[in-house]
């Protein structure tokens, strides 16, 4: 049974440049979720995507976008790349919105360095 | 806005001995808590969650954690520390209902195990 599978599991990138981050859910998750964890912060939430919707949102700028696919996998994609968005990015799965009581499933990550 | 702060950025015990890494939360309403264990370039795994019932939950690896409601607290213990428990870990809180349903989480604790 595959876990969380994320990639790639590094990439540099330039500031001003465009990413595309890719997740695959948990074997029977529908729900995906993004988060981003600075170097010696705990994970931020930027969005959740759930029946190819945007559902929640954090406090993150329009630059970050996201999409959901059919079978439940997921982009991040981040535009006009600033250093501050260095950092390792965390997608997470689970069954349904969240609004229950199960835990997320999480990916290893991409980690991201802009330079 | 819900919030959860973890106190200590490092915590050092002796192999053997009883470990405590503490969190406090913020929110409004019943929370459901979790904590989450990260190692070096891996994503979070998922070690116990509080929801409802006893204020006493067990989780993997020997963990426990105590939910204190009037203390607003939910401390993750240990009987006895292993070597191999040296880790971040992560507390994080959710509300099941409203705009703030997606995880936060705490700044992080970096446990270390002395042989």
């Known amino acids: 049974d595959a876990g969380v599978t994320q990639s790639p599991t590094h990439l540099i990138k330039t500031r001003g440049q465009q990413v595309t981050l890719r997740c695959s859910p948990k074997?029977?998750?529908?729900?995906v979720s993004w988060y981003q964890q600075a170097l010696g912060q705990g994970p931020q939430f930027i969005f959740q995507?759930?029946?190819?919707?945007?559902?929640q949102r954090g406090n993150f700028p329009d630059r970050f976008s996201g999409h959901q696919f059919p079978n439940y996998s997921s982009e991040l994609n981040v535009n006009a790349l600033l250093l501050g968005d260095s950092a390792l990015y965390l997608c997470?799965?689970?069954?349904?919105?969240?609004?229950?009581?199960?835990?997320?499933?999480f990916g290893n990550g991409t980690r991201l360095t802009v330079t | 806005a819900q919030s959860v702060a973890q106190p200590e950025d490092q915590v050092n015990v002796a192999e053997g001995n009883p470990l405590t890494v503490k969190c406090t939360y913020s929110v409004s309403g019943n929370p459901y808590l979790f904590w989450y264990v990260q190692y070096p370039n891996r994503g979070l795994q998922f070690l116990l969650k509080?929801?409802?019932?006893?204020?006493l939950v067990k989780g993997s690896y020997g963990f426990e954690a105590e939910f204190n409601k009037s203390q607003t607290s939910f401390h993750l213990k240990k009987p006895s520390a292993l070597v191999s428990d040296s880790a971040l870990y992560f507390c994080a809180v959710r509300v099941p209902s409203g705009s703030a349903r997606q995880l936060t989480f705490g700044s992080g604790t970096q446990l270390t195990v002395l042989p």
């Open positions: 074997s029977g998750h529908d729900t």
């Open positions: 995507y759930y029946e190819e919707e945007e559902r």
């Open positions: 509080y929801i409802t019932g006893d204020n």
């Open positions: 997470a799965s689970s069954a349904g919105t969240g609004t229950g009581n199960s835990p997320l499933h």
